[in-house]
């Protein structure tokens, strides 16, 4: 067992930038929020979620907190969609996120190392199977939820797009989804973050050699034999920024008119 002194003397490796960091507790409070605020609408009738609501203000105020904390995730999204398009479009760093058929034999080793039938984990790189697992159930949930949430935000402007059937469709979806995602966060995160080991990475922005080589061997490897990072011609970076940042600022405002748009609508 490696103490508290030798593992500060170790080599330590940045996993997160500040911005990364920023982002995360940022979403960490909002999805707080959300779910307090969301599961005791989901049963109010309850004694407990009804005294929640009452010290929230009463049913709407409950409500506008509500909706006020899935603005923060919108704005969030949005900024984390510049952040990743910037590393794949403008940097070609971002594909370390994608899943591939070594996330498979990754995962199927790791089951079978839990089991005792090999010697050893996986070697794996910047992200691990479970990471990945974890960050497109994210991307997919927080489609799922800002669309049904918007669905039941003006219930109006849904009706005149869509039949009728999709306004309870849609709160079915989300209380659902909310109930998934609180329990992924609870049950998966926690353990593979908080449980099986304490990770610092999100407070700290590092990690240590030990904790690389346990977690990210593959990456470990590539850093200790020297690949060389992707250098970019001044030129071809100036000229990837200005048509990033163009079609992102498009995005933005076209979306955010849409969502506007959309949630100002009266018949």
């Not at 469709?169 to 973050?193: M, N």
């Amino acid at each position: 067992m490696v103490d508290a002194a030798t593992e500060t003397h170790q080599a330590r490796y940045q996993r997160f930038t500040l911005s990364d960091r920023l982002e995360h507790w940022v979403q960490v409070v909002a999805f707080t929020g959300l779910a307090i605020t969301g599961l005791v609408q989901f049963a109010a009738e309850s004694t407990f979620p009804r005294s929640i609501i009452a010290t929230l203000g009463g049913i709407n105020n409950t409500r506008y907190i509500h909706r006020s904390f899935g603005v923060i995730v919108l704005v969030a999204t949005a900024y984390h969609l510049g952040t990743a398009g910037y590393r794949f479009y403008v940097k070609r760093i971002g594909g370390q996120i994608l899943p591939g058929l070594g996330d498979v034999r990754a995962a199927v080793r790791s089951v079978t190392f839990n089991l005792g039938h090999r010697p050893e984990p996986p070697s794996e790189g910047k992200f691990t199977f479970a990471e990945k697992m974890e960050y497109w159930s994210i991307i997919w949930g927080t489609i799922l939820m800002s669309v049904t949430g918007l669905m039941m935000w003006n219930p109006i402007a849904t009706t005149s797009i869509l039949p009728g059937e999709f306004i309870p469709a849609a709160k079915a979806a989300h209380g659902g989804e909310a109930i998934l995602a609180v329990l992924a966060i609870l049950i998966w995160h926690a353990y593979f973050v908080h449980i099986r080991h304490f990770n610092r990475s999100m407070l700290t922005g590092y990690m240590t050699d030990r904790e690389m080589r346990s977690e990210h061997r593959a990456e470990l490897d590539s850093i200790e034999v020297g690949e060389a990072a992707i250098t970019i011609p001044p030129d071809t970076l100036r000229k990837r920024r200005r048509w990033f940042f163009g079609a992102y600022a498009i995005v933005v405002v076209v979306g955010a008119a849409l969502v506007f748009r959309f949630l100002a609508f009266t018949d």
